[in-house]
């Protein structure tokens, strides 16, 4: 099983309408992300978590909003979609090392969301 | 903000070599990462420098230039499988990773 999930996979969706991504690990780690993915422009990070009651916004959060439901889960709300918002988006996680490694970033499979 | 430049593509032979610059300019710097990612599908690391110099890791290497905000990836003994975009990420801070573009390189028979 993957340790990285969301869903969903694909969505389409209208202008307006409220969207919820969501996702699920099984990998222990305290540390989740949401980035977006968009051609020639990279990932870019929306929002991150370093624990239950901690949540920080990324770069472009502005028309995002998240919630973290526990440890396992992040979701990541689109409150009224707009075309704009059409990307790949991706959950990750990491884990805390104070005693450092790599600490890198595990991703999910992603989820492809386009807003007509 | 930050600044990572890489080439948008690449193409090779198989069994050739191929190497991927990327360099940056950023707030900070606590270690470079390479990422694989194939079309459609989730970025996986490959490899992570934070000292300077090169990292081998079977097929892959990667180097770092600190005092140069520098990085390549080497891939060796190409294979059609390595078909993919190759993403460099700086970690400018513990939580924060800013990714370049991502160069397609793409291997020919």
């Known amino acids: 099983d993957a340790d990285v999930t969301q869903t969903p996979r694909n969505r389409i969706t209208k202008t307006g309408k409220r969207i919820m991504l969501e996702c699920s690990q099984t990998k222990g780690h305290d540390r989740m992300y949401w980035y977006r993915q968009d051609p020639g422009l990279g990932l870019r990070l929306i929002y991150y978590s370093f624990d239950v009651k901690d949540i920080n916004k990324g770069e472009i959060s502005d028309g995002y909003s998240v919630s973290r439901q526990a440890q396992a889960k992040f979701s990541l709300s689109l409150e009224s979609a707009i075309p704009n918002q059409t990307a790949l988006y991706f959950c990750?996680?990491?884990?805390?090392?104070?005693?450092?490694?790599?600490?890198?970033?595990?991703f999910g499979p992603g989820t492809r969301l386009t807003v007509l | 903000g930050q600044n990572i430049d890489q080439p948008t593509e690449m193409t090779a032979t198989e069994g050739a070599i191929v190497q991927i610059n990327c360099t940056y300019q950023?707030?900070?710097?606590?270690?470079l990462f390479w990422y694989q990612q194939h079309a459609g599908e989730a970025p996986t690391f490959l490899s992570y420098?934070?000292?300077?110099g090169l990292e081998e890791k079977g097929r892959f290497s990667s180097f770092l230039s600190r005092s140069k905000g520098y990085s390549y990836l080497l891939l060796k003994e190409l294979q059609m499988k390595d078909s993919a975009s190759y993403l460099c990420?700086?970690?400018?801070?513990?939580?924060?990773?800013?990714f370049g573009a991502g160069t397609t390189v793409t291997v020919r028979a």
């Open positions: 950023t707030s900070g710097f606590n270690g």
């Open positions: 990420a700086v970690r400018e801070m513990w939580y924060k990773l800013s």
């Open positions: 990750a996680t990491s884990v805390l090392s104070i005693r450092g490694g790599y600490n890198e970033q595990f």
């Open positions: 420098n934070v000292l300077d």
